[in-house]
């Protein structure tokens, strides 16, 4: 990027912050040289220069962003063109009142879901992030109405999803709303697709009756449309063509294709299942390179490969591939779903026996996994050819991590 003199009083960490600041790129990180050598952010340049007043380095600026988010980071991702992002977040990330954020697109009274696009061009700025829409676990206000006449006089409080208190309070002033015990719990799986839209999946609580969904939202408008009604969906993939996958758990877990594709909304509501291989998990992201489909897996420290019939040879050539059984037998399984076309699905172990079953982001490209491991709160990076790992350190648990390409977006709390 640029060679800098700088006094030898600072640290290694002010020069970084310094160099962040003067380029309005505050979320950039930034390598510093002396010489061949690459310097810690904990490091006293007055050590490094010696006797000097000052001296000269190299800043290397880094496909890395550290953002700190003021409320909780869901999912992310980055349009593959733009790079701007887009950010699920439950709550508002701006320091105006949420009153005062304008929603491009679609509304909800109780608000759950903050879908926000975060502009490259603007420096990914929080401040000037676009609000596109906000939506709730739920597939409609009369629901929530209907389940509320048939709940608010129950006796017992655990079959209900309001609390006491939360009863009382919407007695009092006739505002219905989400209780904390569904808001908390909501969780949601989002994919960027293209410039143009991105796809989320989400499961609406049993106290509502339970069943999942997966939904479009358009990039430029802000609109929601559904894509499907589902049994239950946990995380999402598309592949360039459009086609939706998602996986789910009936007697086990599965990977499905759905009818409709990113473009094409349907009603249809069987699926084909992919692949019901013992040990998968629910996460799953499309590689592109490889042109498969990427599942976490479960216990043994593993991953799946899943590709279409007769193009599953190429990820048999990475070490330890092992092919796995995809369907389950009839007598052992009632998942919904056509199962006479499954991928092939390839098990491969991960070094240092990484874990994949309990993660937050899931990014493949030719091989190389990304992803935050919760339990540590760590960004880990595992190349699947090579049999190797690496972690990006970081001075705060992590929330989320997207990937495009070799830009890496790691969000922390602030």
């Not at 980071?73 to 005062?100: C, H, R, W, Y």
């Not at 608000?111 to 420096?123: G, K, M, T």
Request: aromatic share 8%; proline share 4%.
């Amino acid at each position: 990027l640029a060679a800098l003199s700088v006094e030898a009083s600072l640290q290694v960490e002010q020069v970084q912050k310094q160099l962040a600041e003067a380029t309005t790129d505050y979320w950039r990180a930034y390598q510093l040289l002396h010489g061949a050598r690459a310097l810690q952010p904990s490091e006293r340049l007055a050590d490094i220069f010696g006797e000097a007043l000052e001296g000269t380095l190299v800043a290397v600026k880094q496909p890395l962003l550290r953002i700190s988010c003021p409320c909780e980071v869901l999912s992310a991702g980055f349009l593959p063109e733009s790079q701007d992002l887009l950010l699920v977040t439950k709550g508002n990330i701006t320091s105006f009142k949420d009153d005062e954020v304008k929603v491009l697109g679609d509304d909800v009274d109780s608000p759950v879901f903050w879908f926000w696009r975060l502009r490259s061009s603007d420096a990914w700025s929080l401040e000037k992030a676009t609000l596109l829409a906000r939506t709730w676990p739920l597939a409609s206000n009369k629901l929530l109405q209907q389940v509320w006449e048939e709940e608010k006089d129950a006796e017992i409080e655990n079959y209900s999803p309001w609390s006491k208190e939360e009863v009382e309070e919407q007695k009092r002033s006739g505002i219905i709303k989400l209780s904390a015990k569904i808001t908390d719990s909501a969780a949601i799986f989002m994919r960027v697709h293209d410039e143009s839209y991105a796809v989320f999946s989400w499961n609406q609580s049993d106290y509502f009756g339970g069943c999942g969904f997966l939904e479009r939202l358009e990039l430029e408008t802000g609109k929601v449309s559904r894509l499907g009604g589902l049994w239950d969906a946990w995380d999402i993939a598309t592949d360039p063509s459009g086609q939706c996958f998602y996986t789910s758990c009936y007697d086990g877990t599965d990977v499905h294709r759905i009818a409709a594709t990113v473009t094409e909304p349907s009603t249809e509501r069987n699926t084909q299942i992919l692949s019901q291989a013992v040990g998968l998990k629910f996460h799953l992201c499309y590689d592109a390179s490889l042109k498969v489909l990427v599942a976490s897996g479960g216990e043994g420290a593993c991953c799946f490969l899943l590709a279409p019939p007769g193009q599953g040879s190429g990820v048999m050539k990475m070490k330890g591939a092992e092919v796995a059984q995809s369907i389950r037998p009839d007598n052992d399984d009632h998942t919904p779903g056509d199962k006479t076309s499954p991928w092939e699905t390839v098990k491969m172990p991960l070094p240092e026996k990484k874990s994949v079953d309990d993660v937050r982001g899931f990014y493949a490209d030719n091989g190389c996994l990304t992803f935050v491991d919760k339990e540590t709160g760590q960004v880990c990076m595992v190349d699947l050819f090579k049999g190797t790992s690496e972690l990006i350190p970081s001075g705060s648990p992590v929330q989320y991590v997207a990937r495009c390409g070799e830009l890496l977006a790691i969000f922390t709390a602030s």
